[in-house]
């Protein structure tokens, strides 16, 4: 991974730990985070929050490149469990409908092609009890 990559993750893990040691964040809390961290990844890519409702519903971002739908972001909050996601009726309908999605809680993110779940999802760290992240060693760089 590039070095900017890691500094692009290092500075979106600090975001969010600091939202979470303040005790006070929901879902909606660490969306510019995720939206900075998308956009960031790769050169022309936008990721816009709250798009139109599709048929199917409404993902939390739409991810284009110029015209081009590369694909949507449903994200849940913050150690809310990924695997009750997938049972639920909204992630059934997205899986069905909508060709390029990814699932996370912000830490872990699983992608999903046609709506089959592609391996190894990512995670970059796990919530302490004290709102800390505990860094996952083959993704996440340590502080530094």
């Avoid at 999605?101 to 995670?123: H, K, M, N």
Wanted: with cysteine; proline share 4%.
């Amino acid at each position: 991974m590039k070095q900017a990559n890691f500094k692009l993750l290092a500075q979106y893990i600090l975001t969010i730990e600091k939202e979470l040691v303040a005790g006070n964040a929901t879902e909606h809390t660490h969306r510019p985070a995720l939206k900075t961290l998308v956009e960031g990844l790769a050169k022309g890519v936008t990721a816009t929050n709250e798009p139109q409702r599709t048929e199917c519903g409404a993902p939390d971002f739409l991810v284009t490149k110029g015209a081009l739908t590369v694909g949507y972001i449903e994200a849940k909050d913050v150690s809310k469990s990924l695997d009750e996601a997938e049972k639920s009726e909204q992630l059934k309908r997205y899986l069905d409908s909508l060709t390029n999605l990814i699932l996370t809680d912000y830490l872990e993110f699983r992608w999903y092609v046609d709506g089959e779940l592609r391996r190894p999802s990512a995670r970059l760290g796990t919530p302490t009890k004290d709102g800390k992240i505990k860094r996952d060693k083959a993704w996440c760089p340590s502080r530094s």
